[in-house]
């Protein structure tokens, strides 16, 4: 049975699933009814950081325009463009084993895309989540559900890995940003 966090709590998750290399990252959101006439486009990202809370170099930024780390270790599975029905919206697959020692934590964002021009917020979203799967059983290991905290938010940092050691855990941060992608990939030092 899948453990569900709330905001702020982290809990291990390799030293208690023995041997769990490969997992697979699940983000899902819905929109609230909304009549401003464009579709919500909602982008899943990770940021794979070093020691100072920033990314190495831009490729350590995995989104819809870049799939994949260099080392393999964290694949984006594509971009949904509407969030339709149930379920995960956008994926991401980790290889535990192979994520770069200098990598201390993969950060998941999600943001809305061109959220200014068509004024869009998190706080039309609603059913926002994550949660961590065995890739290989299908087994939900972790489930965070974000809540409806935000309102004028357009970027929000979901959740984290970290090395805890030779460990692995996850934190649920659930904190909001305004300026979209552009102050996300600021924040975490990628070029834009």
């Not at 984006?76 to 379920?87: A, I, S």
């Not at 939900?140 to 938010?153: A, H, N, P, Q, T």
Request: aromatic residues 8%.
């Amino acid at each position: 049975m899948a453990v569900s966090l709330q905001k702020g709590q982290k809990v291990d998750l390799t030293k208690s699933n023995p041997g769990l290399t490969k997992v697979l990252i699940g983000l899902g959101w819905d929109t609230n009814k909304y009549d401003g006439g464009s579709d919500f486009d909602l982008d899943a990202a990770a940021f794979l950081l070093g020691e100072t809370g920033k990314v190495n170099s831009d490729a350590d930024f995995i989104f819809y325009n870049n799939l994949k780390d260099a080392s393999g270790s964290v694949v984006h599975l594509g971009d949904n463009l509407t969030g339709q029905g149930d379920g995960d919206d956008e994926q991401l697959k980790i290889e535990l084993g192979k994520i770069p020692q200098n990598i201390s934590k993969v950060s998941f964002t999600v943001t809305i895309n061109d959220a200014d021009a068509r004024k869009q917020n998190f706080g039309q979203v609603s059913n926002a989540f994550i949660r961590v799967c065995n890739e290989e059983t299908g087994a939900e290991l972790i489930r965070y559900d974000l809540g409806e905290d935000f309102s004028v938010e357009t970027a929000v940092v979901v959740a984290e890995l970290y090395r805890n050691g030779t460990e692995w855990k996850f934190n649920a941060i659930g904190s909001g940003f305004q300026g979209g992608l552009e102050s996300l990939c600021k924040n975490f030092g990628v070029s834009v």
